[in-house]
């Protein structure tokens, strides 16, 4: 299974006043260097699965790409964690937008990005299809029980693409971001639309995370556990719903509730 190691472990159970020696999954963790037209851009620590997606989504959410066919080559070294990318003629990495901190204003509204990336490449959502609590509660579940990594390890996270009906694609990854730029290289590789689609998520709801749906132009996302203050101030602004807690048959909807049938008249 990707992104699984199976050791040796001790384990102690109620009762027993000895250890057991038992198989036990861990989840993998490795370092990929990204160079993008030879130089350094940066290392993601992650589960070495769709490493291409990850990249792609890795250097779209900083602005380095803005569609797939801006790469011309990328190649993956699993053995050494180097990923090589080359970009169409003319265009290279402004490390200062990746690095620097910006406020930005819009619509009249201060609006403060901890990231010159972040306010280059976020983008306010536009109103799509509309969602059932219903849908939300049974794409979670179906997430949760189709994460065959998660089920081995209970060391990942989970991320998906979904509309009304069905789980599109799936990505996991130690790394909650990681997990999410995935799902956008996936599709930034095959395009398609995502005015009626939804993030189905296991992480935390950081301001960071309500950014990344922002830049793919996902205008929900729900989740299995809580939001920010911060990310509920970006979700605001930027048009999207965020869902939170969706777990046991209930959860709470905190922004633009719009989105959801039950709040629509």
Known sequence: MSGVEKRTIWKFTPGNKTAEAVEDAVAVEQAFTVIVNGEETGTIVCTPSHIE?????????????RKYSDITQLEVDHSTGFVYVK??????????QMSKRFIGSCCGKGRQFY???????????IKG??????NCLKRMEELQNASSVFHATGGVHNAGIADSDRLIVIRSDIGRHNALDKLYGNWLMNPYSLRDKMI???GRLSSE??????????????????PTNLALEAADELGITAVGFVRNNMCNV????????EFIG
Do not use: N, W
């Open 129 to 134: 299809a509309s969602f059932s609590i219903e």
């Open 200 to 202: 189905v998520f296991s």
């Open 115 to 125: 990231f010159k990336s972040d306010m280059m490449t976020s983008k306010t959502a």
């Open 53 to 65: 997606e990850l990249a792609a989504g890795f250097m779209a959410g900083e602005g380095i790409i």
């Open 87 to 96: 970009l169409q003629e003319g265009m290279k990495v402004d490390k200062d």
């Open 254 to 261: 905190y922004t633009h509730p719009d989105r959801i049938r």
């Open 209 to 226: 995370v309500i950014f990344k749906a922002s830049k793919m132009g996902v205008g929900l996302i729900v989740s299995k556990s809580a």
